[in-house]
């Protein structure tokens, strides 16, 4: 079993910025994939990023790219988001999520049922 744990988030205004932290623990998930999604009252919960286990294959969605980043830590089993020129629209609970594998494709990495282990959650809001 693996545990995920997100840190970071918080209030900021619009282009502002913040580092979200997963943190996992338990049957070490140094080796997967991992995944970062959001999810804003209403609405469904949307993929962000995705990065495979080396980091050395990253994904984004379109709305965040080039302004988000994902990145890991393996000897700390940590993901990071860093977060810049945020908007409102990114205001949502932001989620870390575990893969059982080391790469995921594009399509699947997008997928929220492609992951096995999910955190509780740590809320981002951006005021304009």
């Known amino acids: 079993q693996v545990q995920l744990v997100e840190s970071g988030g918080g209030l900021v205004q619009a282009g502002g910025s913040l580092r979200l932290s997963c943190a996992a623990s338990?049957?070490?998930?140094?080796?997967?994939?991992m995944g970062w999604f959001r999810q804003a009252p209403g609405k469904e919960r949307e993929f962000v990023a995705a990065i495979s286990w080396t980091g050395g294959t990253t994904y984004y969605a379109d709305s965040v790219k080039g302004r988000f980043t994902i990145s890991r830590n393996n000897a700390k089993n940590t993901v990071y988001l860093q977060m810049n020129s945020l908007k409102p629209e990114d205001t949502a609970a932001y989620y870390c999520?575990?893969?059982?594998?080391?790469?995921?494709?594009?399509?699947?990495?997008?997928?929220?049922?492609?992951?096995?282990?999910w955190g509780q959650g740590t809320q981002v809001t951006v005021s304009s």
């Open positions: 999520a575990g893969g059982s594998s080391r790469y995921m494709l594009s399509e699947s990495a997008r997928q929220a049922a492609k992951y096995d282990y």
């Open positions: 338990g049957r070490t998930s140094s080796s997967n994939a």
